[in-house]
Protein backbone atom coordinates (compact mmCIF):
# COMPACT_ATOMS: atom_id res chain seq x y z
CA UNK A 1 0.00 0.00 0.00
CA UNK A 2 1.14 3.50 -0.98
CA UNK A 3 2.03 6.09 1.81
CA UNK A 4 -0.36 8.96 1.70
CA UNK A 5 2.06 11.60 1.40
CA UNK A 6 3.70 9.97 -1.09
CA UNK A 7 0.62 9.08 -3.05
CA UNK A 8 -0.67 12.67 -3.02
CA UNK A 9 2.54 14.33 -4.09
CA UNK A 10 2.13 11.94 -7.23
CA UNK A 11 -1.56 13.00 -7.47
CA UNK A 12 -0.11 16.74 -6.84
CA UNK A 13 2.53 16.29 -9.42
CA UNK A 14 -0.42 14.87 -11.99
CA UNK A 15 -2.69 18.20 -11.12
CA UNK A 16 -0.36 20.68 -11.65
CA UNK A 17 -1.68 23.41 -13.49
CA UNK A 18 1.42 23.93 -15.89
CA UNK A 19 3.21 21.16 -16.41
CA UNK A 20 1.14 18.38 -14.79
CA UNK A 21 0.10 14.70 -16.78
CA UNK A 22 -3.78 15.52 -16.65
CA UNK A 23 -3.36 19.01 -18.28
CA UNK A 24 -0.67 17.79 -21.13
CA UNK A 25 -3.11 14.83 -21.94
CA UNK A 26 -6.03 17.56 -22.35
CA UNK A 27 -3.64 19.96 -24.35
CA UNK A 28 -2.55 17.57 -26.94
CA UNK A 29 -6.35 16.79 -27.61
CA UNK A 30 -6.89 20.78 -27.72
CA UNK A 31 -9.19 21.02 -24.36
CA UNK A 32 -7.18 23.57 -22.24
CA UNK A 33 -7.37 22.12 -18.81
CA UNK A 34 -8.54 23.39 -15.63
CA UNK A 35 -6.77 24.56 -12.34
CA UNK A 36 -8.04 21.59 -10.31
CA UNK A 37 -6.64 22.64 -6.84
CA UNK A 38 -8.12 26.09 -7.20
CA UNK A 39 -12.15 25.09 -7.23
CA UNK A 40 -13.34 24.03 -4.13
CA UNK A 41 -15.36 21.22 -5.94
CA UNK A 42 -12.90 20.07 -8.23
CA UNK A 43 -9.95 20.05 -5.10
CA UNK A 44 -12.48 18.30 -3.15
CA UNK A 45 -12.78 15.55 -5.66
CA UNK A 46 -9.23 15.33 -6.68
CA UNK A 47 -8.67 14.69 -2.68
CA UNK A 48 -11.56 12.22 -2.95
CA UNK A 49 -9.86 10.38 -5.85
CA UNK A 50 -6.62 10.31 -4.73
CA UNK A 51 -8.16 8.56 -1.48
CA UNK A 52 -9.66 6.02 -3.84
CA UNK A 53 -6.34 5.49 -5.28
CA UNK A 54 -4.17 5.11 -2.63
CA UNK A 55 -7.03 2.68 -0.95
CA UNK A 56 -8.33 0.82 -3.62
CA UNK A 57 -5.78 -2.52 -2.74
CA UNK A 58 -6.63 -2.50 0.62
CA UNK A 59 -10.59 -2.38 0.08
CA UNK A 60 -10.45 -4.88 -3.27
CA UNK A 61 -8.63 -7.35 -1.13
CA UNK A 62 -11.68 -7.46 1.48
CA UNK A 63 -14.03 -7.28 -1.55
CA UNK A 64 -11.96 -10.36 -2.52
CA UNK A 65 -12.04 -12.61 0.43
CA UNK A 66 -16.09 -11.45 0.73
CA UNK A 67 -16.65 -12.99 -2.90
CA UNK A 68 -13.92 -16.16 -1.68
CA UNK A 69 -16.03 -17.22 0.56
CA UNK A 70 -19.21 -18.19 -1.34
CA UNK A 71 -19.36 -21.34 -2.07
CA UNK A 72 -18.24 -22.68 -5.41
CA UNK A 73 -21.26 -24.71 -5.71
CA UNK A 74 -23.88 -21.89 -6.39
CA UNK A 75 -21.65 -21.02 -9.18
CA UNK A 76 -21.82 -24.33 -10.46
CA UNK A 77 -25.61 -25.12 -10.14
CA UNK A 78 -26.13 -21.68 -11.88
CA UNK A 79 -24.53 -22.77 -14.65
CA UNK A 80 -26.18 -25.88 -15.08
CA UNK A 81 -28.62 -24.21 -14.95
CA UNK A 82 -27.88 -21.95 -17.47
CA UNK A 83 -27.41 -18.88 -16.00
CA UNK A 84 -24.87 -16.50 -17.64
CA UNK A 85 -22.02 -15.11 -15.72
CA UNK A 86 -23.81 -11.41 -15.90
CA UNK A 87 -26.92 -13.37 -13.93
CA UNK A 88 -24.53 -15.66 -11.40
CA UNK A 89 -23.00 -12.00 -10.60
CA UNK A 90 -26.44 -10.51 -10.01
CA UNK A 91 -28.48 -12.98 -8.23
CA UNK A 92 -25.19 -14.99 -6.32
CA UNK A 93 -21.86 -12.28 -5.90
CA UNK A 94 -23.73 -9.18 -5.20
CA UNK A 95 -26.62 -10.39 -2.47
CA UNK A 96 -24.48 -12.89 -0.78
CA UNK A 97 -21.84 -9.40 -0.92
CA UNK A 98 -24.15 -6.72 0.01
CA UNK A 99 -23.02 -6.50 3.91
CA UNK A 100 -19.50 -6.37 3.06
CA UNK A 101 -20.19 -3.61 -0.01
CA UNK A 102 -21.93 -1.48 1.99
CA UNK A 103 -19.56 -1.51 5.12
CA UNK A 104 -16.85 -1.08 2.74
CA UNK A 105 -18.66 1.68 1.29
CA UNK A 106 -19.47 3.70 4.12
CA UNK A 107 -16.43 3.45 6.25
CA UNK A 108 -14.21 4.70 2.72
CA UNK A 109 -16.73 7.21 2.61
CA UNK A 110 -16.05 7.71 6.22
CA UNK A 111 -12.08 7.74 5.87
CA UNK A 112 -12.32 9.49 2.58
CA UNK A 113 -13.97 12.81 4.29
CA UNK A 114 -11.86 12.72 7.33
CA UNK A 115 -8.41 12.20 5.47
CA UNK A 116 -5.75 15.06 6.62
CA UNK A 117 -2.96 14.01 5.53
CA UNK A 118 -4.63 14.00 1.75
CA UNK A 119 -6.33 17.57 2.01
CA UNK A 120 -3.94 18.90 4.14
CA UNK A 121 -0.67 18.37 1.42
CA UNK A 122 -3.06 19.22 -1.66
CA UNK A 123 -4.44 21.82 -0.91
CA UNK A 124 -3.84 23.21 3.37
CA UNK A 125 -6.81 23.66 3.26
CA UNK A 126 -7.34 26.31 0.90
CA UNK A 127 -8.50 27.90 -1.91
CA UNK A 128 -9.65 30.46 1.12
CA UNK A 129 -10.15 27.41 3.64
CA UNK A 130 -12.92 26.07 1.24
CA UNK A 131 -11.83 22.63 1.53
CA UNK A 132 -11.11 22.13 5.11
CA UNK A 133 -12.56 19.49 7.04
CA UNK A 134 -12.20 19.65 11.41
CA UNK A 135 -8.34 18.43 10.94
CA UNK A 136 -7.05 20.97 8.59
CA UNK A 137 -9.65 23.97 10.40
CA UNK A 138 -7.89 22.85 13.83
CA UNK A 139 -4.21 23.13 12.35
CA UNK A 140 -5.61 26.73 11.28
CA UNK A 141 -7.65 27.94 14.43
CA UNK A 142 -6.49 25.65 16.98
CA UNK A 143 -7.44 28.04 19.82
CA UNK A 144 -10.86 29.12 18.28
CA UNK A 145 -12.00 25.62 17.85
CA UNK A 146 -10.31 24.54 21.61
CA UNK A 147 -12.39 27.41 23.05
CA UNK A 148 -15.81 26.85 20.40
CA UNK A 149 -14.88 22.82 21.99
CA UNK A 150 -14.75 23.94 25.85
CA UNK A 151 -18.00 25.84 25.21
CA UNK A 152 -19.89 23.32 23.79
CA UNK A 153 -18.54 20.97 26.59
CA UNK A 154 -19.81 23.56 29.14
CA UNK A 155 -23.65 23.58 27.86
CA UNK A 156 -23.77 19.75 27.36
CA UNK A 157 -22.35 19.40 31.14
CA UNK A 158 -25.04 22.31 32.09
CA UNK A 159 -27.85 20.22 30.45
CA UNK A 160 -26.58 17.45 31.83
CA UNK A 161 -26.47 18.59 35.73
CA UNK A 162 -29.68 19.71 34.95
CA UNK A 163 -31.30 16.65 33.42
CA UNK A 164 -29.72 14.55 36.90
CA UNK A 165 -30.90 16.77 39.14
CA UNK A 166 -34.45 16.39 38.10
CA UNK A 167 -34.31 13.13 37.66
CA UNK A 168 -32.88 12.66 41.59
CA UNK A 169 -35.92 14.90 42.17
CA UNK A 170 -38.04 12.99 40.59
CA UNK A 171 -36.87 9.70 41.93
CA UNK A 172 -36.93 11.02 45.81
CA UNK A 173 -40.54 11.82 45.24
CA UNK A 174 -41.30 8.52 43.51
CA UNK A 175 -39.66 7.29 46.22
CA UNK A 176 -41.96 9.14 48.56
CA UNK A 177 -44.81 8.50 47.22
CA UNK A 178 -44.52 4.88 47.04
CA UNK A 179 -43.09 4.89 50.44
CA UNK A 180 -46.47 6.47 52.01
CA UNK A 181 -48.65 3.85 49.82
CA UNK A 182 -47.85 1.00 51.73
Sequence with gaps: I?????????????????????????????????NWLND????????MLTHVWK???F???????????????????????????VAQTVRITLPLTRTMLLITTLANFVVCFNSFPIIFVMTGGGP?????????????????????RWIWCSIIRGFWRRASWRLRSLSTTCRYAWSRRR
Design 2 to 34: VPTVASTLLWLWILNPQSGVANTLLASIGIEGP
Design 59 to 85: WTLILLSARLSISADLYEAASIDGASR
Design 128 to 148: VNRTDILATCYTHWSCTIASV
Design 55 to 57: SLP
Design 40 to 47: RWLALSMA
